[in-house]
């Protein structure tokens, strides 16, 4: 059998076995909001240069591994963002759920189907220099190659003994193909598929907020 590496190394500077490659869809499949399209990070890219008018392709060139950098170029806070609770003992996280302005929703699949999680929304512990936007923005440069602009405040999340916030974003430049180990694959979905991918309480428990969105976008 032959092995599959992601062809990003690990924090540790290690290889990357992908035991399970997700498949890739064609490049049509980008072009057209009825339809999931997914890049596999152990395939060859098949992207459109463009996608919703907005190029799709290049690195923005955001320096490895510099939580810094974050602080420079995303606001401390949204507009309208609400005080964050966190119960005694728990832990904040926060990410992004990314919207097309085809109405698809960017999602993750973390190498290896790692906790256990199929397809998630991109999002990670959060950094003690960043705030909870700088956070999700940066997380989500490096589990989907995105390069975005929270905007608006979703819905707060407690599970176990983590919190997540999650912000509404907008892609402004990256590509797929620029997603790190963590993740083997990213895709852009409708809402329905969304609802179907998404295999973890955590995540599922962001759909009615989001669905609530969507509606107030499909009145304009």
Not at 47 to 67: M, Q
Request: net charge negative; hydrophobic share 40%; proline share 10%.
């Amino acid at each position: 059998m032959t092995t599959v590496l992601h062809p990003c190394l690990d924090e540790n500077g290690k290889p990357v076995v992908v035991a399970h490659p997700t498949q890739p869809t064609s490049r049509d499949t980008w072009l057209d909001s009825r339809c999931t399209a997914t890049l596999s990070r152990t395939a060859e890219p098949d992207l459109p240069s463009a996608l919703n008018g907005l190029a799709l392709t290049g690195n923005p060139g955001i320096p490895d591994e510099n939580p810094w950098y974050w602080r420079d170029v995303v606001p401390d806070a949204v507009k309208g963002e609400p005080d964050f609770v966190m119960p005694p003992g728990f832990r904040a996280t926060s990410g992004c759920v990314v919207i097309e302005p085809d109405r698809r929703i960017w999602i993750v699949h973390p190498t290896n189907e790692f906790m256990g999680t199929k397809a998630t929304f991109p999002k990670g512990r959060l950094e003690p220099v960043l705030s909870l936007a700088q956070n999700a923005a940066k997380e989500t440069w490096e589990e989907a190659g995105l390069l975005v602009e929270p905007y608006a405040f979703l819905v707060d999340v407690p599970r176990r003994i983590v919190v997540t916030r999650y912000f509404l974003a907008r892609r402004v430049a990256g590509s797929p193909a620029l997603a790190d180990w963590e993740s083997q694959a990213v895709s852009l979905m409708p809402f329905e598929e969304v609802k179907k991918a998404l295999n973890r309480e955590g995540d599922q428990a962001v759909l009615p907020a989001l669905e609530a969105y969507l509606r107030t976008l499909a009145k304009t």
